[in-house]
């Protein structure tokens, strides 16, 4: 049963609550992604803590109903009681030339009207604990300090954030309007199995059932309402949640799956799911498609960690549901930012990841926290040439991450000098960091980090509004904007002599492997451009070619200077056009190949490389040192274009470890 609330006129809403909470900005943050990225943050934030294992599931399940089986739904809704609402809402739409119309109550009884419902369910979580009441609330907090109040910050509260620690993804309480804002006729229902009992007068409660419509203010007849619906038990001015065996039959009545006493988490409910991203004739595979892909973009941290898993999948009536688990690290374009994520975290050793750790200062907290100083650790990882040409959008970005396991978002920091190279680069801040001795220092750093985040939960600003109550807060998240950028910029940076046409332009040689924690191995591999780029003979159509060599002296394998020794190293030689600013670097290549080697001095070898953007030898590091000599020539060039723009040679050493 519902119960609407009314209102005198002066107090009526007819705006659509929902629309102008949580709203994407920019390209990387699809309506979608923010559904999906909200249902999921609410999930791995309230682990069961009577949960030995710390790990959340969650699906997705998308239902396509039509014929008896929407009939049936919609009697479980009560359906016929919020028709006339509906109805009252879409005139004052209407009327006010409102976008996204609540849909005509007719129009969804028609038989070809397909009701799509978003179920969706986690386990391992809290569940919608907490007290019924608001008034309740200083009472609960007093008896239960350590259990938050779930149930009113997610049904009934907007901006009541009641997240469980310092690494809770969410801080403003405006989330969970994405719910209501993706139902259509804005209808969501909620079955918990509480993991917490709720006491009132004397009697647990294991179990609720609630439901909750957040519809624009309108009119029935001569009476104004607020647009809120709500389903449940009514006394006096409130209306109450189902208990135990009355909310196991409401879900039954669903047709959703009913939890046993061990099935901790929560159930809900999407009624009419509207995908923003979709037209109304595309089907409901792309759109459980799009899910995983949202989930395994932003929370590949949580789930290569073990803490959360995830499945999606679609259903149609008679058919049990098509469920497709996320796997973010078979996905290529995320691949990169998992193996950097576990050289820091899980101490796996890639020869190609840099790991560097920065000290932030962090000040004294609004709460009377002492000020400290935590770690920032940056992770990067430099593209192979063969990368630098596949498409991926994630390409020269760093992903921020925090304790929760989520990817904040995808900053595409600046590269410097890096010959047209691309990178990937991943910055753990607060609990996502590796723990170091003072635990406490870490716990500050994450509650900086989730201040300093807008509503959306996509960046760390110095302009978030919750900083402006801490004071130095904001020079601190400019320090950890300052230290990303720097880093990235540090490691990427190509050194070069002055400037001239055809001089040689050296990389800076920073070695690609797994350094100490205070920062990379030390530069053992000695390289120089033997003979600076210089005119060869004419190319066909008087086009003009440029000859070079460069010289690398690799030392015995034992003299490395790093803990772990390379078993291999790589050169990899550029040639293109400079682009003018601050730093000169390649901007445009021409392609080059080695043409002929000797070892140690001694007689040269022909090689019969291919032309390429990126000219490559790979050698072994010996028990005795080596040193190369490599020459190479680039393809024929426009001579009016090459004697008139600058262009150079970049040279860089890359070491390697076996996998």
């Not at 007290?131 to 008896?143: C, M, V």
């Not at 063969?386 to 920091?413: D, F």
């Not at 803990?563 to 601050?582: A, H, I, Q």
């Amino acid at each position: 049963m519902w119960h609407f609330t009314e209102s005198d006129d002066d107090s009526t809403n007819v705006k659509d609550p929902t629309e102008s909470t949580v709203q994407p900005h920019g390209e990387e943050l699809s309506p979608l992604g923010i559904f999906a990225r909200e249902i999921l943050q609410n999930s791995v934030d309230n682990p069961s803590p009577s949960d030995a294992s710390g790990k959340v599931k969650v699906s997705f399940t998308l239902h396509e109903l039509s014929g008896p089986a929407k009939e049936q739904f919609l009697d479980a809704i009560w359906f016929d009681e919020m028709v006339a609402h509906l109805e009252g809402a879409r005139e004052v739409q209407v009327a006010n030339k409102s976008k996204n119309l609540v849909p005509c109550p007719k129009d969804i009884k028609k038989p070809d009207y397909v009701l799509k419902v978003l179920v969706v369910e986690d386990f391992g979580t809290r569940g919608l604990v907490g007290p019924e009441r608001h008034q309740e609330k200083e009472l609960f907090k007093a008896q239960f300090p350590d259990i938050p109040h779930c149930y009113l910050g997610l049904c009934r509260t907007v901006g009541d954030s009641q997240k469980s620690g310092p690494a809770a993804g969410g801080t403003h309480g405006f989330g969970k309007t994405v719910l209501w804002k993706n139902s259509r006729i804005k209808t969501v229902l909620f079955y918990s199995n509480l993991d917490q009992p709720y006491f009132e007068g004397g009697q647990e409660h294991h179990t609720r059932f609630f439901g909750k419509v957040r519809l624009p203010g309108h009119y029935l007849g001569g009476d104004a309402y607020l647009g809120e619906g709500y389903s449940g038990n009514r006394e006096g001015k409130l209306t109450q949640a189902l208990y135990d065996q009355a909310a196991r039959d409401a879900a039954a009545k669903l047709g959703i799956p009913v939890r046993d006493h061990i099935s901790k988490g929560t159930t809900i409910i999407v009624v009419d799911f509207d995908d923003p991203d979709q037209s109304e004739d595309e089907t409901s595979i792309r759109t459980v498609s799009d899910l995983r892909s949202s989930a395994e973009r932003y929370f590949w941290p949580a789930i290569v960690n073990g803490r959360l898993q995830v499945y999606v999948g679609w259903a149609t009536p008679g058919k049990p549901p098509v469920m497709e688990a996320a796997e973010p690290q078979l996905r290529s374009e995320l691949s990169p930012f998992v193996r950097l994520y576990r050289t820091i975290v899980e101490n796996e050793i890639d020869a190609r990841n840099i790991v560097k750790f920065t000290e932030i200062d962090i000040p004294k907290g609004p709460e009377g926290e002492l000020k400290g100083v935590a770690r920032l650790a940056i992770g990067l990882r430099m593209s192979e040439a063969e990368e630098s040409q596949a498409s991926n959008p994630l390409k020269n970005s760093v992903a921020l991450v925090r304790g929760a396991g989520m990817v904040i978002g995808y900053w595409h920091a600046p590269r410097r000098g890096l010959a047209a190279k691309d990178y990937y680069a991943v910055a753990l801040g607060g609990l996502a960091c590796p723990a170091v001795e003072n635990a406490y220092d870490r716990e500050h750093f994450e509650k900086l980090l989730a201040w300093a985040e807008p509503v959306t939960h996509d960046n760390w600003t110095p302009n978030a509004e919750a900083l402006k109550s801490w004071y130095g807060s904001q020079t601190a998240v400019r320090r950890v904007r300052d230290a990303i950028g720097e880093s990235i910029s540090d490691l990427t940076t190509t050194a070069i002599v002055p400037e001239g046409d055809a001089a040689p332009l050296l990389a800076g040689m920073f070695p690609l492997g797994f350094g100490d924690a205070g920062g990379p191995d030390p530069r053992d591999i000695h390289i120089e451009v033997a003979e600076s780029p210089h005119i060869l003979e004419d190319g066909s159509g008087g086009q003009l070619r440029y000859g070079f060599s460069v010289k690398v002296t690799v030392p015995q394998r034992q003299k490395f200077r790093a803990k772990t020794k390379p078993d291999n190293w790589r050169l990899v030689c550029s040639y293109g056009f400079l682009g003018e600013g601050k730093h000169r670097k390649i901007v445009e290549q021409v392609q080059s190949r080695f043409t002929a080697l000797r070892v140690d001095g001694g007689d040269w070898h022909e090689r019969a490389d291919a032309l390429s953007t990126h000219s490559v030898y790979e050698g072994s590091v010996e028990d005795k040192q080596v040193t190369y000599e490599l020459r190479g020539e680039t393809g024929p060039m426009n001579p009016d274009v090459a004697s008139v723009a600058k262009h150079d040679l970049a040279a860089e050493v890359y070491r390697g470890y076996k996998e």
